[in-house]
T-cell receptor
Framework: AQKVTQAQTEISVVEKEDVTLDCVYE???????LFWYKQPPSGELVFLIR??????QNEISGRYSWNFQKSTSSFNFTITASQVVDSAVYFC???????????FGAGTRLAVHP | DGGITQSPKYLFRKEGQNVTLSCEQN?????MYWYRQDPGQGLRLIYY???????QKGDIAEGYSVSREKKESFPLTVTSAQKNPTAFYLC?????????????FGQGTRLTVV
């Protein structure tokens, strides 16, 4: 069965620090998809990135970067020079290639202090 | 603007009552989902639907029911059989089962039993 583990429950940093959110997944699928979502205090989940299992290239988008390593089943998310507006709960999720069942990790609450 | 609309934002239910949460999307997406969020537990899948007039149970379907009579609408009924319904409920949609795209979320309904 698919499973997503986000071991960090809460992280607290000071503004401008870099922070990495860990995500480890378990799957028997050879084709699968991984996602990161941000949940601000308003509650709505905001899509950040999708990664296919056959594409291990890392990706950078502004202050955000993602490190996908199939060898360790990890899909970690780094925020460089964090800002107060980055404070939110971040979820990692897995989608099986077989059917559209999106499984989420428990989430990591990030607090960025001025 | 295209998006997913959930209503109401806040809902109070008395013990023994059934309540229905609304979810409407104008994105022309085939797939729709209902998730429940409890503190510290991430998102858990209640029901999902790939096409009109078809839906499948997720991981915690007991005490809930859904219908998918129209492509745009996927209402969730929380029945009196649900023992602990107080939670944050999120509706989502994605393009289709065939295309493994990201899911887009509504702003959620917070249900409280009084």
């Amino acid at each position: 069965a698919q499973k997503v583990t986000q071991a960090q429950t809460e992280i607290s940093v000071v503004e401008k620090e870099d922070v990495t959110l860990d995500c480890v997944y378990e799957t028997r699928d050879t084709t699968y998809y991984l996602f990161w979502y941000k949940q601000p205090p308003s509650g709505e989940l905001v899509f950040l990135i999708r990664r296919n299992s056959f594409d291990e290239q890392n990706e950078i988008s502004g202050r955000y970067s993602w490190n996908f390593q199939k060898s360790t089943s990890s899909f970690n998310f780094t925020i460089t020079a964090s800002q107060v507006v980055d404070s939110a709960v971040y979820f990692c999720a897995h989608l099986s290639g077989g059917y559209n069942k999106l499984i989420f990790g428990a989430g990591t609450r990030l607090a960025v202090h001025p | 603007d295209g998006g997913i609309t959930q209503s109401p934002k806040y809902l109070f239910r008395k013990e023994g009552q059934n309540v229905t949460l609304s979810c409407e999307q104008n994105l022309n997406h085939d797939a729709m989902y209902w998730y429940r969020q409890d503190p510290g537990q991430g998102l858990r899948l209640i029901y999902y639907s790939q096409i009109v007039n078809d839906f499948q149970k997720g991981d915690i379907a007991e005490g809930y029911s859904v219908s998918r009579e129209k492509k745009e609408s996927f209402p969730l009924t929380v029945t009196s059989a649900q023992k602990n319904p107080t939670a944050f409920y999120l509706c989502a949609s994605s393009v289709s089962r065939a295309r493994r795209t990201e899911a887009f979320f509504g702003q959620g309904t917070r249900l409280t039993v009084v």
